[in-house]
């Protein structure tokens, strides 16, 4: 079992950078590969970015390639997102999630655990 809280969503402006961050807790960090999804009001969750158990494979969704920048610190338990150029389209509760294997996958049915969200709005 373990737990993930998500923070540092708020509102910005377009063009500007944002980091979330994903604490984890329960058992060993390291051993779950870890992703980001995002979820837009009216619209299904969707795959963000995703990282290894090592940290040393990363994988994104095509409209955040470039922007977005996923990493974790395995010692601090604790999964980031550093967001840069931000588009009003990026705006939705973003989660971060868990996964007991060692594979990544874009899709959430894949995932055994969630955080509660954070929400990031973009304002242009």
């Known amino acids: 079992q373990v737990q993930l809280v998500e923070s540092g969503g708020r509102l910005v402006q377009a063009g500007d950078s944002l980091r979330l961050s994903c604490a984890a807790s329960?058992?060993?960090?390291?051993?779950?590969?870890m992703a980001w999804f995002r979820q837009a009001p009216g619209k299904e969750r969707e795959f963000v970015a995703a990282?290894?158990?090592?940290?040393?494979?990363?994988y994104y969704a095509d409209s955040v390639k470039g922007r977005f920048t996923i990493s974790r610190d395995n010692a601090k338990k604790t999964v980031y997102l550093q967001m840069n150029s931000l588009k009003s389209e990026d705006t939705a509760v973003y989660y971060c999630?868990?996964?007991?294997?060692?594979?990544?996958?874009?899709?959430?049915?894949?995932?055994?655990?969630w955080g509660q969200g954070t929400q990031v709005s973009v304002s242009s």
């Open positions: 999630a868990a996964r007991d294997s060692n594979s990544g996958s874009f899709e959430v049915k894949a995932y055994d655990y």
């Open positions: 329960g058992r060993i960090f390291s051993s779950y590969v």
């Open positions: 990282i290894s158990r090592s940290g040393g494979a990363l």
